[in-house]
């Protein structure tokens, strides 16, 4: 080959360009050094042929390796020749019955996790609370079925903000505004505005935010605590690992170690005295005549978040609040 030719040090560009991979680079370099003897032997090179690199220091301890060297794990190998006696009473014409068995049970084995493999790995709060409205539905499957696909939203043109948005919108404002300049209606819009000419939101997210829902809620019992309290932590993340068994209680799981990763973020908790609060605000519709529908349709959620908060914290969560934007309720869990 050119490479085994050359007198260069350097490999000669047309033998760099006839190489596709890695490997055809290294293994021509390596075919002139002198501990390349056994590899020159495997390709049926003479030895003598080939251009050494003079005055190279380097050592090399260079072994190939067949397929079946990497054959290691003891079970592919009992398989592997467990098939070859097979092809070979076939070709001997021993019972054909016992082959017939063999092959059945083969092609009948399933894997003994099939439930285990159906489940996420990893969910979200928001996920859990769908999940528990579809108890109709199959399980962690109902997960991923889409219910209907959306245009993008270039091709949907300008459209007026919906819910899910304008709760965005309400849950990032009161994350960001200063509590103590929230006693008035004014306070408040000053700060949205402020939020605006800073460029923490837009021009569109401005005009949505409900100042006075968001003032309403620090008139509240539960907004003045807010305010009064040593320390206040607004949109916390976090991410625990719980029991699959515990998030799919219905379903068969084989594996009773199974974890999934729950992620979410805690919207408000504050400390109180000694007391640990935690408080959970909703800005989308309610009806106020059915609140035990309500506490149902986010209990999932302030379990979870508490569950967050007493493995991070490493205390117990003292009282635990819904608080409706809607409707203006508190609602203790």
């Not at 004014?186 to 569109?204: G, H, M, N, P, S």
């Not at 799981?253 to 000694?274: A, C, M, R, T």
Request: aromatic share 10%; with cysteine.
């Amino acid at each position: 080959s050119t490479a085994l030719d050359s007198k260069e040090d350097k490999l000669k560009a047309d033998a760099v360009a006839r190489g596709s991979k890695y490997l055809d680079w290294i293994g021509q370099a390596l075919m002139r050094h002198e501990n390349s003897n056994e590899l020159l032997r495997s390709y049926g090179i003479d030895e003598d042929r080939a251009q050494r690199l003079a005055g190279d220091e380097s050592k090399w301890l260079l072994k190939l390796w067949k397929k079946e060297n990497f054959i290691k794990d003891k079970a592919q190998r009992e398989e592997t020749e467990d098939i070859m006696d097979i092809l070979k009473a076939l070709e001997l014409g021993k019972d054909s019955r016992q082959l017939d068995r063999t092959v059945v049970k083969r092609l009948e084995w399933i894997y003994p996790y099939e439930n285990s493999s159906k489940l996420p790995v990893k969910l979200s709060v928001t996920e859990l609370k769908r999940l528990g409205a579809r108890e109709e539905d199959d399980g962690a499957q109902s997960l991923f079925k889409s219910e209907h696909i959306r245009k993008p939203r270039f091709l949907e043109g300008k459209k007026a903000m919906g819910a899910a948005e304008k709760g965005c919108v309400m849950h990032y404002v009161m994350q960001h505004l200063e509590l103590s300049q929230t006693d008035t209606l004014e306070a408040i819009e000053a700060q949205v505005q402020r939020l605006y000419r800073e460029d923490y939101i837009t021009e569109e997210w401005a005009k949505a935010v409900d100042i006075k829902r968001i003032h309403s809620f620090f008139c509240s019992s539960i907004g003045k605590r807010v305010k009064k309290s040593q320390k206040v932590f607004r949109e916390m993340p976090f991410n625990i690992e719980v029991s699959s068994k515990e998030v799919f209680p219905d379903v068969d799981i084989e594996d009773s170690s199974e974890k999934i990763l729950i992620q979410g973020v805690i919207d408000l908790y504050f400390i109180e005295g000694e007391r640990l609060i935690l408080l959970d605000y909703k800005t989308d519709y309610v009806d106020r005549s059915n609140m035990d529908n309500v506490i149902s349709r986010y209990k999932t959620q302030i379990e979870y978040y508490e569950k967050a908060l007493q493995i991070a914290l490493k205390r117990a969560v003292d009282e635990k609040y819904i608080y409706l934007f809607h409707t203006g309720d508190i609602i203790r869990v």
